[in-house]
């Protein structure tokens, strides 16, 4: 495992001391975490948004908000004895998950603490139809290209498999702002909100889902009432002005089709499905 920098090693310490300091500080019962169960007056500020980070667990909107879909009616049983692959796990919702599900292995291309080192843009260790979810919160806009990443996320699921997605996205851009000459960190920075970035996406963030296969959902704070969108805020309470800012968090549920729907009158459902699994690495 990589060791720490001093710096990074002062930052970590000093972001649990502020957490720490910040449950004391907003006890009250006015907001609640849905990911780890914290109540209090109020979430800490973000570098984007304030009062919208949970000081327990560390979460936001959009973890808060995807723990809210997931008890949908629709979704609710989305992945109680599933197989699971999820990149950049959360910590909160990497244990919730693993919980229920089947089979729950974590990924990441960089990270060592993860069960599997995996590139969503390259997944050729995992069987094709072997995963019957895929969560990838944030990490699209990490991929050089996108586009390759989906259709191997949709490779990998199963018949009726979900691929579950987040992604930054500017408020009202219809399409996804994405330059290949732009390689500097802080050119980056600028142009898509943060230096590892290679894209902000747009509303059309769906057309590229649906173009590698996918039926898409979209769940966003106005499929729960009012006063559950308040306690686990799941939109900002004060919406950001920075430019590149996602104020208006969605999830996409993105749905394999039943391979019934794409087969001719003599092939078999589920054809071609493996339940082959790759082990912990």
Request: hydrophobic share 40%.
């Amino acid at each position: 495992m990589r060791r720490l920098t001093v710096i990074e090693y002062s930052r970590r310490v000093s972001g649990r001391l502020g957490r720490i300091a910040a449950m004391a500080l907003y006890r009250g019962n006015r907001v609640e975490c849905n990911v780890c169960s914290w109540r209090g007056y109020k979430f800490m500020d973000d570098p984007w948004h304030r009062a919208t980070r949970c000081p327990r667990c560390g979460n936001g909107v959009r973890q808060r908000l995807l723990a809210a879909a997931l008890d949908l009616p629709e979704y609710s049983g989305l992945i109680e004895h599933k197989i699971v692959v999820h990149f950049a796990p959360e910590d909160a919702l990497r244990d919730r998950l693993a919980r229920v599900a089947k089979c729950y292995r974590s990924a990441d291309l960089l990270d060592r603490r993860v069960d599997l080192r995996l590139d969503i843009a390259d997944m050729r260790e995992v069987p094709e139809g072997s995963v019957d979810v895929l969560i990838a919160c944030d990490v699209m806009e990490h991929v050089r290209d996108d586009r390759r990443a989906l259709a191997e996320i949709y490779r990998v699921l199963r018949s009726g498999g979900v691929a579950v997605l987040t992604v930054p996205q500017k408020d009202n851009a219809a399409t996804t702002h994405e330059d290949d000459s732009i390689t500097d960190p802080v050119g980056r920075e600028i142009a898509f909100g943060q230096a590892d970035h290679v894209r902000i996406y747009g509303a059309d963030v769906v057309e590229r889902m649906a173009a590698a296969g996918f039926r898409v959902d979209i769940v966003d704070e106005g499929r729960f009432p009012v006063s559950i969108v308040a306690r686990h805020v799941l939109r900002p309470p004060q919406l950001s002005t920075k430019p590149l800012a996602t104020n208006f968090r969605k999830i996409y549920f993105g749905s394999k089709p039943p391979s019934r729907l794409r087969c001719g009158p003599h092939c078999v459902a589920g054809e071609g499905q493996s339940d082959a699994f790759p082990s912990v690495v």
